[in-house]
């Protein structure tokens, strides 16, 4: 157990230097009340299987090894599976995939919709995951969910999402989420929805000229989405990518210490063509560098944060509420500086 954390102390350390989502050392595998592997070996060949193998409203952690493979099931966390782990070795090596989509017809010929094309459903508490690739293979071909997290106190670690619209979707207001040294891809509004979540050390890659996030914050809400020392590394033309635009009136989002290619449009900003939504909204910078990240040239109802308003924006601040919560003690977290 020592050499484990070990191990995990020193992949932590080195893994802003290998860029977000990308391969890591492998690491030693920890002990774990369920394994899942696609040969056989482990205890189920499937995960929904292990899913379903675990107690109902455990307060403890349990821990579900993945082992090496590509895992093509529609997967639903029910919400009384709580603090269960998904641990896999590499994010490479560890693919959890499936290709519904929105206009993908269900057993009654109906639309499956948005929220129907989730690849994975996440509703039980205290859920995280490390090293593991989440995907909606479906293409382009509309709207198409990774993961859909409604969960609270829902933590990925050095994980991929894989989609093109609508990719991520942080769904639940009330929920609050973390995200750290992930690899998040789309096209269309491909981080999106109405929860309180914070992304540290991420790399973004939008697929082609498009919007970043669609947030949909409450008024009541005091967060929505924030990027911290991320990376903005496009696919997609100069000048082309929005950083986002309200799915809902009351939408924040902000980008801060992070690096932007030159995809990013120099007005950052689209207001969905709801003029009224300027007014309400909160979209804000602060600290940001490279091509895309010349704020003289934002819309004027976006806003550059003061180091003293900086200094408000933490972590704790953010995602600690009433309970104090802390993700980066999250089962199996490497150290965080």
Request: overall charge negative; some cysteine.
């Amino acid at each position: 157990m020592r050499r484990s954390w070990m191990l995990m102390f020193f992949v932590g350390l080195l893994a802003p230097l290998w860029g977000a989502g990308s391969a890591v050392l492998p690491e030693e595998e920890p002990a774990a009340h369920f394994v899942v592997a696609a040969d056989g070996s482990g205890d189920f060949t499937s995960v929904q299987e292990a899913v379903m193998a675990i107690p109902d409203f455990r307060k403890e952690a349990t821990i579900v090894v993945i082992r090496p493979g590509t895992y093509k099931e529609k997967l639903v966390l029910p919400a009384s599976k709580t603090n269960v782990v998904f641990w896999g070795s590499n994010p490479q090596d560890v693919v959890l995939t499936y290709d519904d989509f929105a206009q993908k017809p269900n057993v009654f010929g109906e639309e499956m919709g948005t929220t129907g094309s989730s690849a994975f459903f996440v509703f039980g508490e205290g859920f995280t995951a490390h090293n593991i690739t989440f995907e909606n293979s479906a293409g382009p071909v509309g709207q198409a969910v990774a993961v859909r997290v409604s969960g609270d106190k829902a933590v990925f670690n050095n994980c991929r999402f894989l989609g093109h619209q609508d990719t991520l979707y942080p769904n639940q207001a009330g929920s609050r989420q973390f995200y750290y040294n992930c690899y998040i891809q789309g096209t269309v509004d491909f981080i999106f929805g109405w929860a309180t979540a914070w992304f540290e050390a991420c790399t973004i890659v939008p697929l082609k000229g498009s919007y970043i996030t669609a947030a949909s914050t409450e008024a009541d809400t005091p967060h929505g989405f924030v990027f911290n020392n991320c990376r903005i590394e496009s696919r997609a033309p100069e000048a082309s990518v929005y950083l986002g635009r309200p799915w809902r009136d009351h939408a924040q989002t902000v980008f801060m210490r992070t690096y932007m290619d030159a995809s990013i449009k120099p007005e950052g900003w689209h207001n969905w063509n709801k003029p009224h939504a300027e007014a309400t909204v909160f979209y804000a910078e602060y600290e940001n560098y490279g091509p895309g990240a010349l704020t003289h040239e934002r819309v004027s109802w976006s806003h550059h944060l003061t180091a003293e308003e900086a200094r408000e924006l933490t972590l704790d601040r953010v995602l600690g509420g009433n309970d104090q919560w802390d993700p980066t003690r999250a089962p199996l977290m490497p150290q965080i500086n």
